[in-house]
Structure formats: C-alpha cells, structure tokens
C-alpha cells in the first residue's frame, strides 16, 4: 500500500508563504464581530425612533395649515363676546365666543390679550324666521373660525395663530393665507382683533 505524502513546509517556509502574522487573530476576529453586531444593534434601535419623528412631524388633518390649530373641545359651551350681523355678499349671522382668559380679559380691559386666550366665531347664513317675519335667524352653517393666543409660538402673525374651519374641518391653505393680513391692516392697534364685549 503506498503511503500518501504530503508536503508539510517548515516553519521558515511557512512564514515566508504567509508573512501576516495570525498571531491573536482569534481576538481580533471577535472584536471585529462585536463591533458589526453593535453597529447593527444601534440601526434597529435608531430606526423606530426616526419612524416616530416621522410620525409627529406629519401634519394633523384636523389642524389647520399654517398654524396648527384646532377647533377647541367644549367650546360650544363658552361664554358669549358679542354677535354680530355681516352684509353682503356674506350674508352670515355671527356670534363669537371666548375660554375664560378671553373672559376675564374683557372683563378687566387687558391689551394685548394674555398667552392662552382663545376665541371661537360660529358664522350662519341668516334666513327669514318662518314664524317672525321681521326676524332673522340662523340658517345653514358657513364656519367656525378660531384665535389662540401664543406669543412665542406665532411671534411673526402678532401673537396669534388662526383656524378657519368648515364642517368640523380645516379649509384650504389659501384661505388661511389671508387671515393675519386682514387683521393686521384693520385691528391692529386691538391686538389684531375685531371684536369688542357686547354691553
């Protein structure tokens, strides 16, 4: 039976087919395999986070663009500010209502109004009461618009952030570009507001 050789090289030759040393290659192996591991470890924990950022940073379909706002819960109970009748080509009953900041800063004359302060207008095409002839009275609802007070926060619109809604929902971008232009040329010297305390 014949014997099977293989060439075994010496150490010298060894050294010289391979002249990396593979001295401690097992530790350096593993470090590397730690590292790769902690690498991926760091994606996954990173990446839920970025999908939560993500999330907050998409705009609320209930806000109103430009602002954020939205309509404030209860306020159909708030207190009354004043109503008001708009002519043509609106031809809209009104009322306009405030939280109890709004309130208080009526009550006592405060200008500018205070951080906080929020004020709800309900707005109703009139129509002939069928009962009163002479009386008007609401009809089909047109839109509730919304001014939150933050000072910080709309520092570039007076203070004031603005919601216009219909039908439970935000209008379109284009009628809110309008909002703070309107006020700002009219009611300025009110603190950016139209309406004054019914007596």
């Not at 470090?31 to 939560?52: E, H, N, S």
């Not at 706002?69 to 209860?74: D, E, M, W």
């Not at 708009?86 to 031809?91: C, G, K, S, T, V």
């Not at 309900?122 to 618009?145: N, R, Y």
Request: aromatic share 8%.
């Amino acid at each position: 039976m014949n014997n099977l050789h293989t060439h075994q090289p010496s150490s010298t030759n060894a050294a010289k087919a391979f002249p990396l040393s593979l001295k401690g290659a097992p530790a350096k192996f593993a470090g590397a395999g730690v590292l790769a591991l902690a690498a991926a470890l760091a994606t996954f924990a990173v990446a839920p986070i970025a999908a939560k950022e993500t999330r907050a940073a998409a705009p609320d379909p209930q806000a109103s663009p430009i602002y954020g706002v939205t309509l404030p819960k209860g306020y159909r109970q708030w207190q009354l500010i004043a109503p008001a009748i708009e002519a043509e080509p609106l031809n809209e009953l009104r009322v306009v209502l405030g939280n109890t900041k709004a309130i208080k800063a009526y009550d006592q004359g405060t200008l500018p109004f205070p951080d906080g302060t929020v004020l709800v207008k309900l707005a109703w095409k009139h129509v002939q009461s069928p009962e009163f002839a002479p009386a008007s009275i609401p009809g089909a609802a047109t839109t509730v618009q919304v001014m939150v007070k933050d000072s910080k926060k709309y520092a570039a619109t007076g203070g004031w952030g603005f919601g216009r809604f219909i039908d439970g929902k935000p209008a379109d971008l284009a009628q809110h570009q309008t909002c703070f232009a309107c006020h700002q040329s009219l009611v300025k010297n009110h603190d950016y507001v139209f309406t004054r305390l019914a007596p």
